[in-house]
């Protein structure tokens, strides 16, 4: 089954990423309390996902131990393949989102994280963005389906 594994949000770029343990989600607009909500948001800002796995995969592959959060995305999903959903709608809990595009590392991630292969290992593996279509509330266990 798949769900959400753990969500983070931040209301500043530059600050800590927070553990939630559910969030509140406007259509178009974002998370309530987050750096990227806006009254009139893009549709790959709003709200973004990484899978838990591929976290797990740099740490034991690179002897690291990176916190989930300081991936800096949305959802932490466990038991999904994002890359495979680019075009669709999932659901998440009662929310649907539509997933526009791959969310690639950035230079600020590699930097943060103080490792010079990150872009080059989160280059296929660094989550999705995906624009909000419904309003409600994401909670830490919801499922998360593919939406047919």
């Known amino acids: 089954m798949s769900v959400v594994f753990k969500i983070g949000i931040t209301e500043k770029n530059n600050k800590e990423i927070e553990n939630k343990m559910k969030i ?8 309530i309390g987050d ?4 009254e009139y948001n893009g549709d790959r800002e709003q709200i973004t996902l990484i899978e838990s ?6 740490n034991k592959a690179f ?5 989930y959060l300081e991936f800096r995305r949305n959802i932490i999903t466990k038991g999904i393949k994002l890359n495979d959903l ?14 526009n595009d ?9 930097n943060r ?9 989160f280059l296929r ?14 909670k830490v266990g919801d499922k998360i389906t593919v939406d047919v």
Do not use: A, M, W
């Not at 509140?24 to 998370?31: A, D, H, T």
């Not at 002897?63 to 916190?67: D, S, Y």
């Open 102 to 110: 791959l969310c690639r590392p950035c230079k600020d991630l590699q």
């Open 125 to 138: 593996r660094g989550g999705l963005r995906c624009e909000i279509l419904s309003s409600g509330t994401i």
């Open 86 to 99: 680019v075009g669709k709608k999932i659901t998440i809990g009662e929310i649907t989102l539509k997933v």
């Open 35 to 38: 750096r990227y909500f806006h």
């Open 63 to 67: 002897k690291t131990n990176f916190n």
């Open 113 to 121: 994280l103080g490792k010079d292969n990150i872009i080059k290992e």
């Open 53 to 58: 796995e591929n976290i797990d995969y740099y």
């Open 24 to 31: 509140e989600v406007i259509s178009s607009k974002g998370i």
